[in-house]
Nanobody, 126 residues
Framework: QVKLVESGGGSVQAGGSLKLSCAAS?????????MAWFRQAPGKERERVAS???????WYTDAVKGRFTISVDDAANTVALQMSSLKPEDTAMYYC???????????????????WGQGTQVTVSS
């Protein structure tokens, strides 16, 4: 199993920044080459926010391009999501996910991840 624990959420004003972290552990984590962040706002469907393949190939949804950055720290087994210029519409529960896929292209569209964290709340006020 892979255990994912998110942290770093909180409340900020529009225009502010937050950095989310996802601490990963577990026997199968070393085989997880695709890591991603999702978010879900109340009453809305879960949305892919960003993903990273083998710590290098990244993908972002259009709504966060230029504002969010996903990165991997292999030494610390963490995946981070640096969020800047936050908007009220970024308010949601953010989830970390991990899986093993065959290619960077697959990682960029993958939604049925095997492992999920419990989520961390991000609230952006106007």
């Amino acid at each position: 199993q892979v255990k994912l624990v998110e942290s770093g959420g909180g409340s900020v004003q529009a225009g502010g920044s937050l950095k989310l972290s996802c601490a990963a552990s577990g026997y199968f984590y070393s085989g997880s080459n695709c890591m991603a962040w999702f978010r879900q706002a109340p009453g809305k469907e879960r949305e892919r926010v960003a993903s990273i393949y083998i710590g290098t190939v990244t993908w972002y949804t259009d709504a966060v391009k230029g504002r969010f950055t996903i990165s991997v720290d292999d030494a610390a087994n963490t995946v981070a999501l640096q969020m800047s210029s936050l908007k009220p519409e970024d308010t949601a529960m953010y989830y970390c996910a991990a899986d093993q896929v065959r290619s960077s292209r697959r990682c960029s569209s993958h939604t049925d991840f095997a492992f999920w964290g419990q989520g961390t709340q991000v609230t952006v006020s106007s």
